[in-house]
C-alpha cells in the first residue's frame, strides 16, 4: 500500500501523460451495465479534465487510494458518513465480531436495543427510536409519522434543504432562478422528472432565514401543515449556518400552532456535538432523522422523537416497517461509532482540524485576492466563491460555481480528495492528523493562487 505524502500524479486530470487508465477501463465497463455507468445521480462522471470518475478501492484512516493507485487525503469521507477514518480498527472488530455471530435474522436483536438506548441517552428529544437504512427511509417515515399524528397532509420545507431522493419531499432542492418563483411565496418545484404535481402541492416552500415570510406562511397555511422540517445546517447547499435566533422562532411558532418540527440531522446529527445540532444550539425538534456519522459507513438511518408521536408508530396506528431494519450488523456499527463519539475528546478533535483547514483556506483567499466565504463549522464547512455571506440559497446564484470547480481540481491534483459540488460540505474525521493538516495547507495554498 502506497504511503507517505499524496504527490501530484502525471496523468490526465493530474498531470500530462494521458488517461488514468484503470478509472477509465472500469468507466467503460460500467457504462455497459450501471445506468450512466454509476450508482447515483450525485457521482461526478468526470475527475477534473478527465471524462470520466476517479474510482476509489481501498481506504485507511484519513487517506483513500484509487484503481491507478494515487493517494488522496479524503474530505468527502462518503459524504461525511465515515466520521471515524477508513478501516477504524474498533469498527472493524465490532463488525467481525458481529459477523461471526450472524448477519440478519428478520426478528428483534440484542444489538438493536443496545443502539436505541445509546441513542436516547445522546439525544435529549429521543424519547423512543425507530431504525430504518437510509436517510431518505427515515424522512419518508418521519413525515408520515407527522401528518398521522396531525391529521393533516401539508409540510413546509425550506428552499435549497436536502431532504433525500424521494418524492415526498425531493421539492425545491436546488430550483433555477427562473422557476423559483418570488422570494416572499416560492414555487414548489420538483426535483426530477416522474415526481406529481400533486405531491409538490402539499409541501409548502419558505426561504430560510426569513422570520417574516415564515410567519406569513404559517398565518396563511398553518391550519393545514402537518409538520415543518429543516436542516439546522444546511449542509447541501454551502454549509449556511441559521441566523441568530431563527431555530428557536421554528420552536416557538411550532409550538403556538401545534404543528410537528422535524430536524433533518442526517448530516449534523453526532457529527456537530454528541446530541447533534440540537445539542449545539439548544432547540429540540419534535422528530428527528439521523444517518450519515451514526453508522461510519455502515447503512442504517433513525428517526426519534416525542412519546405522545412515536407511540402512535409502536402502536402500528402509524405504519413503519422494512426487512433490514435495525439489522445487527450496521446497529453494531453504529453502537461502536456513538460510543466512540459520546467522547468529546474526539469531537474536538474532529473540530481542531476543521478550523485550522477553514483558517487556512481564509487566510489563502486573503492573500491571493480571491473573493471567498468559509463557512460552517470544525467538522463540516463549505468554500463559497463570493462577495457576501450567503444567509438563504438564492444568495447562491452570484456565487461562482466554476472558480469553485478550478478550484477543487487543482487541490485534486495535489492529492486532496473533498465534494465535486460547489455547494456541499467538506467533512473532518478523527483519523486526519497533524500532517494531514500541513500538507492540505500547502496544497490550499498553491490551488488558491491557480484561480486568482
Given at each position: 500500500m502506497a504511503s507517505g505524502k499524496p504527490q501530484a500524479s502525471p496523468v490526465l486530470g493530474f498531470g500530462a501523460n494521458g488517461s488514468l487508465r484503470a478509472s477509465q477501463a472500469l468507466f467503460e465497463r460500467a457504462q455497459c451495465v450501471l445506468a450512466g455507468g454509476i450508482s447515483s445521480s450525485a457521482r461526478s462522471t468526470s475527475t477534473g479534465s478527465a471524462p470520466h470518475p476517479l474510482y476509489i478501492c481501498r481506504g485507511r484512516g484519513s487517506r483513500i487510494w484509487d484503481a491507478d493507485d494515487h493517494e488522496f487525503i479524503d474530505y468527502l469521507l462518503s459524504y461525511g458518513a465515515v466520521i471515524l477514518g477508513h478501516g477504524n480498527a474498533g469498527l472493524v472488530e465490532a463488525l467481525r465480531s458481529q459477523l461471526e455471530r450472524g448477519t440478519m435474522f428478520g426478528t428483534c436483536n440484542t444489538v438493536e436495543v443496545d443502539l436505541a438506548e445509546q441513542i436516547c441517552r445522546m439525544v435529549r428529544s429521543a424519547d423512543l427510536v425507530r431504525f430504518a437504512n437510509s436517510g431518505s427511509e427515515a424522512i419518508m417515515a418521519a413525515v408520515r409519522a407527522a401528518r398521522g399524528f396531525t391529521g393533516k397532509n401539508k409540510i413546509l420545507k425550506f428552499e435549497g434543504h436536502y431532504h433525500g431522493w424521494v418524492d415526498v419531499l425531493a421539492i425545491s432542492n436546488r430550483p433555477?432562478?427562473?422557476?423559483?418563483?418570488?422570494?416572499?411565496?416560492?414555487?414548489?418545484?420538483?426535483?426530477?422528472?416522474?415526481?406529481?404535481?400533486?405531491?409538490?402541492?402539499?409541501?409548502?416552500?419558505?426561504?430560510?432565514?426569513?422570520?417574516?415570510?415564515?410567519?406569513?406562511?404559517?398565518?396563511?397555511?398553518?391550519?393545514?401543515?402537518?409538520?415543518?422540517?429543516?436542516?439546522?445546517?444546511?449542509?447541501?447547499?454551502?454549509?449556511?449556518?441559521?441566523?441568530?435566533?431563527?431555530?428557536?422562532?421554528?420552536?416557538?411558532?411550532?409550538?403556538?400552532?401545534?404543528?410537528?418540527?422535524?430536524?433533518?440531522?442526517?448530516?449534523?446529527?453526532?457529527?456537530?456535538?454528541?446530541?447533534?445540532?440540537?445539542?449545539?444550539?439548544?432547540?429540540?425538534?419534535?422528530l428527528t432523522v439521523y444517518s450519515k456519522a451514526i453508522g461510519s459507513g455502515m447503512p442504517i438511518s433513525a428517526f426519534v422523537g416525542k412519546r405522545s408521536i412515536m407511540e402512535l408508530v409502536a402502536a402500528n396506528r402509524i405504519k413503519h416497517g422494512g426487512t433490514y431494519n435495525g439489522n445487527p450488523i450496521c446497529a453494531a456499527a453504529a453502537l461502536f461509532t456513538l460510543r466512540t463519539l459520546a467522547d468529546r475528546a474526539v469531537q474536538d478533535r474532529i473540530r481542531r482540524h476543521g478550523e485550522a483547514v477553514m483558517e487556512a483556506l481564509r487566510r489563502a483567499a486573503r492573500d491571493a485576492h480571491v473573493p471567498c466565504i468559509i463557512q460552517g463549522l470544525g467538522s463540516m464547512f463549505q468554500i463559497v466563491f463570493a462577495e457576501v455571506p450567503p444567509v438563504h440559497y438564492r444568495d447562491l446564484y452570484r456565487a461562482d460555481m466554476k472558480r469553485y470547480e478550478a478550484f477543487r481540481n487543482a487541490l485534486l491534483v495535489r492529492g486532496i480528495h473533498c465534494n465535486t459540488s460547489p455547494l456541499a460540505c467538506w467533512f473532518v474525521s478523527a483519523a486526519h492528523t497533524d500532517d494531514d493538516l500541513e500538507q492540505t495547507t500547502a496544497a490550499i495554498e498553491t490551488s488558491m493562487k491557480t484561480v486568482a
Open positions: 433555477g432562478a427562473e422557476e423559483a418563483g418570488p422570494v416572499e411565496a416560492p414555487h414548489s418545484v420538483p426535483h426530477s422528472r416522474g415526481i406529481p404535481a400533486s405531491i409538490a402541492k402539499d409541501v409548502l416552500i419558505c426561504p430560510w432565514n426569513e422570520p417574516k415570510i415564515l410567519k406569513n406562511l404559517l398565518d396563511r397555511h398553518g391550519a393545514e401543515i402537518a409538520g415543518v422540517i429543516a436542516e439546522p445546517i444546511v449542509a447541501n447547499n454551502a454549509c449556511i449556518m441559521p441566523q441568530p435566533g431563527y431555530l428557536e422562532l421554528l420552536r416557538e411558532e411550532c409550538t403556538r400552532r401545534g404543528i410537528v418540527l422535524i430536524f433533518d440531522e442526517i448530516v449534523t446529527g453526532f457529527r456537530v456535538a454528541p446530541g447533534g445540532a440540537q445539542e449545539l444550539f439548544g432547540v429540540d425538534a419534535d
